[in-house]
């Protein structure tokens, strides 16, 4: 019999619901039946409701099953799967699984596809290619079709890419730096630590074209302590990427001299705030620090920075690749390429969702998420992380896009979308928002340290009905001082999803009698 390929994933979700023992029971029932296989550990497609996914090559493509537990796999070979035999786990062939089939993935299109530590496996998948490209043009020319190409940053502010590296590359710096923001801390986002773990080469090869495209010689990725996979995987890939001679002293047998080295942040998540990342980096608390000057003219050790988060970063080589025009024309207006959206709180099928921008958040919820896991109506969505705004289902009509949530008064973030059934009590969210920044400021700026804490209680109050009139206009005012004083985006947001909950949710804030949800 010839050789089988299995895919087991290895990213964290995965391995949380058993995907390491679920592989090693398939590498024992191969042996028990004399199978050759090889198996390989790859990323998670993103189909989280579906982890553990199981795929085997064949030759109609691959085959996928799942959920699998260890208890399903003898039934499994006795179907044999390993064929692609049908079994009540068989999804069909994985690429037209609907929820897959009918997102545009650019920016995650190799992740659950490729071995992610095969530096041989990434370039069969056309890995390397925007690099290469990159090397035989100038640097003024990889940054106009960066710019072209109307890639934004990921991260959350959405500023053009493009206009930070040319700043950089004009700036005169003994020692120019790129730092990938991978401090990943709004809740309900995940999108930075399965890319890392499903296909790290992709965010290697974006840093490097950002460095010859500014001159910058070194590079430092900033990872959360919480993601020791992503860790330990971003380590491998380095070192593969060493040794393969695309970083270090010659990129690829050019005259570019780049290396990248990992940073690990201790959780603060006031840390994902860029200048705050870097005064961590440079072994400091980590602080906001005040701007001017930007971080693009005077940031890591005083040094011009390119400053990105790994979205943006891992977004590079494919615009290098296939072109500034054909990304720029996946977006709508402003918004040009794709969005990696993430599906998480009470969803009936939670995952990562990339498609191109201008889906609408009902698609979102009800087609790819189909839901609310407890099938109760949806009541409220939550955008862009702990200090996103909150939605009630009459915007669900909304077109997922940098200026349409804008308008609608909220921001897209990182891409989180957080989803709550009609059991939630959105006054007690507000306070939860509040009660978060209080913790997690960093404590620099008065408004932020202050008022947050004023603020939790003041909820409190209205939550107990306590003068709600006068409450809710001290609310309303102090989140005026918040946004207008803070120092930094942290307390300068935190106040939205307080005041989307009183605009849309304005019952909750209201009399409390026989009205407990």
């Known amino acids: 019999m010839s050789a089988i390929t299995v895919f087991v994933p290895k990213d964290s979700a995965a391995r949380s619901v058993g995907a390491d023992r679920v592989a090693i029971a398939i590498a024992r029932e191969a042996t028990k039946y004399g199978i050759d296989l090889t198996l390989v550990r790859n990323g998670s497609r993103g189909a989280l409701w579906l982890e553990p996914l199981v795929e085997v090559a064949t030759d109609r493509g691959r085959t996928a099953y799942g959920p699998v537990r260890v208890e399903d796999v003898p039934s499994l070979f006795s179907a044999d799967f390993h064929l692609g035999g049908k079994h009540p786990l068989s999804l069909g062939l994985t690429d037209e699984i609907t929820w897959l089939a009918r997102q545009d993935r650019v920016t995650f299109a190799r992740v659950g596809i490729v071995d992610p530590l095969s530096l041989a496996d990434y370039e069969a998948h056309g890995g390397l290619a925007g690099l290469r490209r990159a090397l035989s043009m100038a640097r003024e020319e990889i940054i106009s079709e960066v710019i072209d190409s109307g890639l934004r940053g990921r991260g959350g502010a959405g500023f053009p890419a493009g206009i930070k590296w040319r700043t950089v590359l004009q700036t005169t710096g003994d020692h120019k730096y790129i730092c990938c923001n991978a401090d990943e801390g709004d809740s309900g986002t995940f999108a930075d630590r399965m890319l890392i773990e499903g296909d790290p080469f992709t965010l290697l090869e974006g840093m490097t074209i950002a460095a010859i495209a500014v001159g910058a010689v070194e590079g430092v990725i900033y990872v959360r302590s919480e993601y020791p996979d992503a860790i330990e995987t971003l380590r491998q890939a380095i070192d593969i990427a060493r040794e393969q001679g695309w970083l270090g ?78 990304y720029q024309a996946r977006g709508v207006g402003r918004s040009a ?52 705004a909150y939605f009630s289902t009459s915007l669900f009509d909304l077109s997922m896009d940098y200026e349409s949530l804008l308008a609608a008064g909220g921001m897209l ?24 920044c209080a913790l997690e400021s960093c404590g620099k700026c008065t408004p932020c340290r202050l ?49 989307s909950a009183m605009l849309h949710f304005a019952e909750d804030f209201g009399s409390r009698t026989g009205a407990a949800r």
């Open 249 to 326: 002293k010659s990129v690829l047998g050019s005259l570019h001299v780049f290396d990248i080295r990992i940073r690990v942040g201790a959780g603060s998540y006031v840390c994902g705030e860029e200048t705050a990342m870097l005064e961590s980096i440079e072994g400091k608390r980590g602080v906001v620090r005040s701007k001017p000057p930007l971080p693009a003219i005077c940031g890591l050790f005083d040094q011009p920075t390119v400053i990105n988060n790994v979205l943006t970063l891992a977004s590079v080589p494919a615009i290098l690749a296939g072109g500034a025009v054909a």
């Open 413 to 436: 973030g990182h891409g989180g979308v957080v989803v709550f059934d009609e059991s939630v009590d959105m006054a007690v969210q507000a306070k939860f928002a509040m009660e978060f």
């Open 451 to 499: 008022c947050s804490t004023r603020l939790a209680e003041t909820i409190e109050k209205i939550i107990n009905g306590l003068d709600l009139e006068g409450n809710k206009k001290l609310l309303l005012d102090l989140c005026e001082v918040m946004t207008d004083g803070s120092l930094c985006a942290m307390g300068g947001l935190t106040p939205l999803p307080v005041r």
């Open 337 to 388: 390429g794709t969005q990696v959206f993430q599906l998480a709180g009470n969803i009936a099928r939670g995952g990562i969702v990339e498609t191109r921008f201008g889906v609408t958040l009902d698609t979102l919820i009800n087609d790819f998420g189909a839901g609310a896991l407890t099938r109760r109506p949806v009541r409220a969505v939550q955008i862009g992380g702990p200090l996103g």
